[in-house]
């Protein structure tokens, strides 16, 4: 199992509304970094849901429940999309500040690659950060 980081901003597509359709389709990636990172998605992933632009905090999680479709936005063919559940809502979001100012998670992609909309998580990235959030 792998793990990841998808942002979304709440006013277009939030983890309520993520929550209220059980299923959502993660497409609209044009970044290619972020489309290889979808391509290389499986079902079980699990997946930090990101609010950006407006909170910029580790909401949920979520887990990859088919993988390896083609986004359906995408006339040409040419870019990859994922479907995601909602797992559960973290007991305390973790914010963008947080993760920025702890020395352990620096290297994190949220970090490094910042405009990144789907990012790689190390599994020793995901348990510290799930320590954030009173997991």
């Known amino acids: 199992m ?23 389709t993660w497409d609209g990636v044009r970044n290619h970094r972020a489309a290889n990172n979808l391509r290389a998605m499986e079902v079980g992933d699990e997946v930090f849901f990101y609010h950006s632009n407006i909170g910029k905090e580790i909401v949920g ?7 390896g479709i083609t986004d359906p936005s995408d006339s040409e063919g040419k870019w ?14 973790v914010t963008l500040a947080q993760v920025k100012g702890d020395p352990k998670l620096a290297e994190m992609e949220l970090v490094k690659f910042s405009r ?19 997991e």
């Open 2 to 24: 792998a793990y990841w980081l998808m942002k979304s901003e709440p006013d277009a597509y939030g983890w309520n509304d993520l929550v209220k359709e059980g299923e959502g």
């Open 61 to 67: 999680i979520a887990t990859v429940s088919k993988a």
């Open 80 to 93: 990859a999309a994922v479907k995601v559940k909602p797992v559960r809502k973290l007991k305390r979001p």
């Open 116 to 134: 990144l909309s789907v990012g790689v998580v190390t599994p020793q990235e995901w348990d510290y950060v799930l320590g954030l959030a009173g």
